[in-house]
Antibody
Framework: QVHQVESGGGLVKPGGSLSLSCAVSGFTFSDSNMAWVRQAPGKGLEWVAWISASGASIHYAESVKGRFTVSRDNAKSSLHLQMNSLRAGDTAIYYC?????????????WGQGTVVTVSS | DIQMTQSPSSLSASVGDTVTITCRASRNINNYLNWYQQKLGKAPKLLIYTTSRLQSGVPSRFSGSGSGTDFTLTINSVQPEDFGTYYCQQSSSIPYTFGQGAKLDI
């Protein structure tokens, strides 16, 4: 059974940093591309970042490029998102999502999310 | 970026109705269109991928169609458990954009 559990969310001041993690089990993590998707309060879904199975290829949304860094530890089956220079607009639930084997950016498993609040 | 526009933004249905939600892309995405269902306080759930392929475990009353820029999600004989918000998402090119959502009330 697949489990994806995000952690690391919390309250942070504008300009601050936060590090999110997603612990994965139930599938071969090192074979799967992964992504972070966020959802601002009462809003829709926004793709944030994508990382290939090996970690060699990474893509970011323009809104976070230069501030966020996605990484993974295949030995520990974990996905990470380092968030720097946080803004109020980064306030959201952050989900880690597995890219299915059906094709690019088809996300078949999602974690329950971790809440990030950026406020003074 | 490819903009995804869903309509309607909200809709109400009775049990047994047929419901249709449309999604329009700002440019051709071929058939790289996926649909997700999200219930309040829960993570999104993949329903349909690549326009019309039903994800494993999803009831057959859900179906998808379309090509190019115009796509449709249809729910035949809506059930009480189908309430929630439905999002389309294009996987044709980065950034992978979502529609704004369509909230279905039963």
């Amino acid at each position: 059974q697949v489990h994806q559990v995000e952690s690391g969310g919390g309250l942070v001041k504008p300009g601050g940093s936060l590090s999110l993690s997603c612990a994965v089990s139930g599938f071969t993590f090192s074979d799967s591309n992964m992504a972070w998707v966020r959802q601002a309060p009462g809003k829709g879904l926004e793709w944030v970042a994508w990382i290939s199975a090996s970690g060699a290829s990474i893509h970011y949304a323009e809104s976070v490029k230069g501030r966020f860094t996605v990484s993974r530890d295949n030995a520990k089956s974990s996905l990470h998102l380092q968030m720097n220079s946080l803004r109020a607009g980064d306030t959201a639930i952050y989900y880690c999502a597995r890219e299915s084997g059906y094709g690019w950016a088809i996300f078949d498993y999602w974690g329950q999310g971790t809440v990030v609040t950026v406020s003074s | 970026d490819i903009q995804m526009t869903q309509s309607p933004s909200s809709l109400s249905a009775s049990v047994g109705d047929t419901v249709t939600i449309t999604c329009r892309a700002s440019r051709n995405i071929n058939n790289y269109l996926n649909w997700y269902q999200q219930k309040l306080g829960k993570a999104p759930k993949l329903l349909i991928y690549t326009t019309s392929r039903l994800q494993s475990g999803v009831p057959s009353r859900f179906s998808g169609s379309g090509s190019g820029t115009d796509f449709t999600l249809t729910i035949n004989s809506v059930q009480p458990e189908d309430f929630g918000t439905y999002y389309c998402q294009q996987s044709s090119s980065i950034p992978y954009t979502f529609g704004q959502g369509a909230k279905l009330d039963i």
